[in-house]
């Protein structure tokens, strides 16, 4: 996720820029650039890699000098990492620089438009169109301009505006993108992150959706998008810097589930369009899925089981044979694909060693390789004939949880394109399907507000030798990752069972108050795992269950509940994994383990 951050008042403004990026870098970026005015110009520095180059080139800010300026740490959506993208962006006149979080959904159509009127573009990024626009509307009012722009804008945006004619002013506007203005005496600043700001000021204004605010050194005053102006109440931030990095959470992880509903949004909503998916700007077509008889699902980790929830989905909607494998196995298992087998790779990071290996093996076989990942420019991305981006922003608890439920929505838009575009489902039920993904990231909302619930049934487990999970089709997927992220964080042994399993062998070792969880989402097997947890129940193990409110029944056989929203049964995998991820959570906290960095574990796993 970029980050952004301005200042107007007395002092050198590019110090204050450089420091209030170096408070951003714990979100993670690729690139970083600020925009300073000075007289009657407005002078960019720009690079790629870390802010310590950008302090190396600036002299530490002062090769930039000026009182007014505007900075940002990119983390590349929309083309690679380079010194060209990175923000700010300036007009072609020069007059004006801005910087942006977020992305502009429909900047293609905008690009086009401004290039049909003659204007140039450097980068390849969504953000440069925002800029030109500000060109094309400015009339000598700044505050004008910025509101003509943002009425052509679709998206989700952060914008910090900086205009040469304007030499002491910063607009700076919300749209579905946070946003926080800083009050100081005589000196002003904004941010998109409260840990940019708190060392310099802990007086604080937080913009609302379709409010912008035009600040100058003695003065900030927010506007609706008619021009309106809003009286806005000036509040106390009580948070030190390490607080405001984890936004007040304990741990990023638990900051990153609660993202969830958000990052699930924003990697669907881009990509439907007049109730339909589309997935061809990202280079898929009916007649490329025509061609595919069968799809590998290959990865690591959770990414791998997020390939086995989503491997429901695509055989149940696509009738297309899907099998997973992790990538570890498959890169030396001789894997039988060619140019009819779709490869899908999925990797949060993008630099995965095994999966990498599974990409280029795929590959000298002849077969297409579809990527779904979540850093941009990333080596998996890179490799992979098609890429699909998971826009779940930077993840930093090396535990994957947004990163995970960010796979499984993309597998489930790709599952609902391929069966609308190849005519395997007929348009009510694919109505149906749409609007039942539409509703996931509140679903998931809904899942992530039992926490203060899961909160306290964790000190049940802190103390248990071993947790079972167990489920059938896609909820056996969920249960593996659900095992995952328990062991992974809590130390506690965990496995996860096809419940059919159970009777083959494992049942032996359910005994007298043996901690078992049970996912009862998926409705097509439902009855069957309530079988299961009578068998469990009958050798005195203690069971906890997952399942949605219709299924009431369940409560009489179950020592606990977890009632879980209702949801269409090939998208369950999403909701029921959140109540798992905080499970875990909390049983890792009881147990005072050090969530975030788990021992022995890396973020990403770049050697074999
Ligand atoms: C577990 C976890 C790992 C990763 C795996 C693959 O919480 O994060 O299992 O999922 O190492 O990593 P990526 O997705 O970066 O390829």
Known sequence: MCGIVGYTGMQEAAPILLEGLKRLEYRGYDSAGIAVINGNEISVRKVSGRIAKLCEITNDGAACPGKVGIG?????????????????????????????????????????????????????????????????????????????????????????????????????IRESSPLIIGIGAGENYFASDITALVSYTKNVIYLEDGEFAQITPDTVMIYDLLGNPVSKKVQRVTWDVQAAEKGGYEHFMLKEIVEQPRAVEATIRPRIRDNRVVLEEEGLNAEFLRGIKRIYITACGSAYYAGCVGRYAIESLCRIPVSTELASEFRYGDPMVDSETLVIVLSQSGETADTIAAIKESKSKGAPVLAIVNVVGS????????????????????????????????????????????????????????????????????????????????????????????????????????????????????EAYAAGELKHGTIALIEEHQPVIALCCNDTVREKTMNNIIEVKARGADVLALAEKRDADIISIADRMLWLPEVEPVFAGAVEIIPLQLLAYYTAKARNCDIDKPKNLAKSVTVE
């Open 72 to 172: 940002h740490t990119r983390w590349a959506t929309h083309g690679a990492p380079t010194d060209i993208n990175a923000h700010p962006h300036v007009s072609n006149d020069g007059k004006f620089a801005v910087v942006h979080n977020g992305i502009i959904e429909n900047y293609l159509a905008l690009r086009e438009e401004l290039i049909n009127k003659g204007y140039h573009f450097e980068s390849e990024t969504d953000t440069e169109v925002v800029v030109q626009l500000l060109e094309m509307y400015y009339k000598g009012d700044l505050k004008s301009a910025v509101m003509r722009v943002s009425s052509r804008l679709q998206g989700s945006y952060a914008l910090g505006v900086v205009c040469s004619d304007a030499p002491d002013e910063i607009v700076a």
């Open 379 to 494: 080596s998996v991305a890179k490799l992979a004939d098609f890429t699909l981006y998971t826009w779940a922003g930077p993840e930093i608890a090396v535990a994957t949880t947004k990163g995970y439920t960010t796979q499984l929505a993309l597998l489930y838009l790709f599952a609902l394109y391929t069966a609308g575009e190849l005519g395997r489902i007929d348009e009510k039920t694919y109505r149906h399907m749409l609007r039942s993904l539409r509703s996931l990231p509140q679903k998931i909302q809904e899942s992530v507000d039992l926490n203060p619930l899961i909160e306290n049934y964790a000190d049940d487990y802190r103390d248990a030798r071993s947790i079972f999970f167990i489920g059938r089709n896609s909820d056996y997927g969920a249960a593996m990752e659900g095992a995952l992220k328990m062991k992974e964080i809590s130390y506690i042994h965990a």
